[in-house]
């Protein structure tokens, strides 16, 4: 639509303000195509105005709803498999274990000679995650700790809205 017809259209509608209003009037005046083209929006502006809006029928409501396709129930299976959540608790068990029995093998000497069979158990998990810088065992332990508030997030939310 060219910038005449915007005009002109706006104009038919009463959109304009009284400065472009009066700017249209004496393009009217003036220059004759611009009044030809008046007058052809303005007898198609009439044309619309006296067209009756069609309302459809209930049936055609009906016919649109059935060409819908149907709802699926989804599956609400678990989630997490017995297996992954044993294994996940597993390796909670064995990473906390690691972290005391380090705090245990740092600990002062008087301890390694009271009871030397703990202290030689707590020696051998020492030495497995001697290995393991302690920012990797932080990481571990995080991912861990995240792991369980989610499972536990999950299986909450899951009693929470099979309820309702």
């Excluded at 009284?18 to 083209?37: G, M, Q």
């Excluded at 017995?82 to 705090?103: D, Q």
């Excluded at 390694?112 to 995650?129: C, G, K, P, S, V």
């Amino acid at each position: 639509m060219s910038e005449r017809e915007d005009l002109i259209w706006k104009y038919l509608d009463g959109q304009l303000d009284a400065d472009d209003r009066k700017r249209v009037e004496d393009t009217l005046e003036t220059d004759p195509s611009f009044r030809e083209l008046y007058m052809q929006s303005e007898v198609l502006h009439q044309n619309l105005g006296a067209l009756e809006t069609e309302i459809p029928s209930m049936r055609f409501a009906q016919n649109v709803m059935d060409s819908l396709p149907a709802v699926r129930e989804l599956a609400t299976g678990p989630l997490v498999s017995v297996k992954w959540l044993r294994s996940f608790f597993g390796g909670t068990i064995a990473l906390l274990l690691a972290f005391f029995s380090s705090g245990v093998a740092i600990a002062p000497a008087a301890t390694a000679q009271e009871n030397h069979r703990i202290d030689r158990m707590i020696d051998r998990f020492y030495a497995l995650f001697e290995l393991i810088p302690a920012n990797i065992m932080i990481m571990a332990g995080i991912i861990m700790i995240s792991l369980l508030v989610l499972l536990s997030l999950d299986r909450w939310l899951q009693k929470r809205f099979l309820r309702s």
